[in-house]
């Protein structure tokens, strides 16, 4: 990924969060007819190792899990709060008419070879966490008790699960930091008038990244 120096974003604990707020991965990997994108939420252990690992599972019926090239990485790209940016926003344009669109946006790219697990116990653990943490906060939670035994049991049995050991992270934050103080404001205060929950996001990190870089 083309990163920028003051785009960079090298902080481990902030690439982790992103991952967690956002864990539906796109997961790209090698097979036969060439590179391959499926759409995956992964648990991220941030304990396992350096940079952590990320565990998922996907149908046993997907050939990613067959197909896959076991010497080659896979890349993970974990998409963060991203908005549009308009040149309107900037102060510098009344006097300074040299000025673009562009976009801002947060993402995590994430490498690793992965490993395949088809352990009945090590597939049950996975699915219950995953359900648990997206459960949390709804007042009719569901469990995954809550479905028959035999049910589960055969829900389990299509599935493969994986990890993938995180060798290598890269974090890039585009949130206008190639801009003076007077616009960064003014992008701020353009995304908040937007409303959206997705704009209002970027708008809370640019503000931040100005406060603290």
Same mark, same amino acid.
């Given at each position: 990924?083309?990163?920028?120096?003051? +785009?960079?974003?090298?902080?481990?604990?902030?690439?982790?969060?992103? %991952?967690?707020?956002?864990?539906?991965?796109? %997961?790209? #990997? #090698?097979?036969?007819?060439?590179? !391959? =994108?499926?759409?995956?939420?992964?648990?991220?252990?941030?304990?396992? &190792?350096?940079?952590?690992?990320?565990?998922?599972?996907?149908?046993? =019926?997907?050939?990613?899990? *067959?197909?896959?090239?076991?010497?080659?990485?896979?890349?993970?790209? +974990?998409?963060?709060?991203?908005?549009?940016?308009?040149?309107?926003?900037?102060?510098?344009?009344?006097?300074?008419? *040299?000025?673009?669109?562009?976009?801002?946006? =947060? !993402?995590?790219?994430?490498?690793?070879?992965?490993?395949?697990?088809?352990?009945?116990?090590?597939?049950?653990?996975?699915?219950?966490?995953?359900?648990?943490?997206? $459960?949390?906060?709804?007042?009719?939670?569901?469990?995954? #008790?809550?479905?028959?035994?035999?049910?589960?049991?055969?829900?389990?049995?299509? /599935?493969?699960? +994986?990890? /993938?050991? %995180?060798?290598?992270?890269?974090?890039?934050?585009?949130?206008?930091?190639?801009?003076?103080?007077?616009?960064?404001? &003014?992008?701020?205060?353009?995304?908040?008038?937007? &409303?959206?929950?997705?704009?209002?996001?970027?708008?809370?990190?640019?503000? $931040?990244?100005?406060? %603290? *870089?």
């Amino acid at each position: 990924m083309y990163i920028p120096q003051h +785009f960079a974003e090298t902080r481990l604990e902030v690439l982790h969060a992103l %991952i967690r707020a956002h864990s539906l991965a796109t %997961i790209v #990997t #090698t097979g036969p007819a060439g590179l !391959v =994108a499926n759409h995956v939420p992964l648990e991220l252990d941030p304990e396992s &190792g350096p940079n952590g690992m990320l565990r998922g599972h996907v149908a046993r =019926a997907n050939p990613v899990w *067959r197909e896959h090239a076991a010497d080659q990485p896979v890349l993970v790209i +974990f998409q963060g709060p991203q908005a549009y940016v308009s040149p309107a926003w900037y102060p510098s344009k009344r006097t300074d008419r *040299r000025a673009v669109p562009t976009w801002n946006y =947060a !993402v995590v790219h994430a490498y690793g070879h992965p490993t395949l697990i088809e352990d009945r116990e090590w597939l049950h653990g996975l699915v219950g966490r995953l359900t648990d943490r997206h $459960e949390e906060t709804r007042p009719d939670r569901w469990h995954v #008790t809550d479905a028959p035994h035999d049910y589960i049991d055969r829900m389990l049995r299509a /599935i493969v699960g +994986f990890e /993938i050991p %995180i060798e290598r992270l890269e974090g890039k934050w585009k949130m206008s930091q190639n801009h003076p103080a007077a616009n960064r404001a &003014g992008v701020v205060d353009g995304l908040r008038s937007a &409303g959206d929950a997705e704009s209002n996001a970027v708008a809370a990190i640019v503000k $931040e990244i100005g406060s %603290i *870089r």
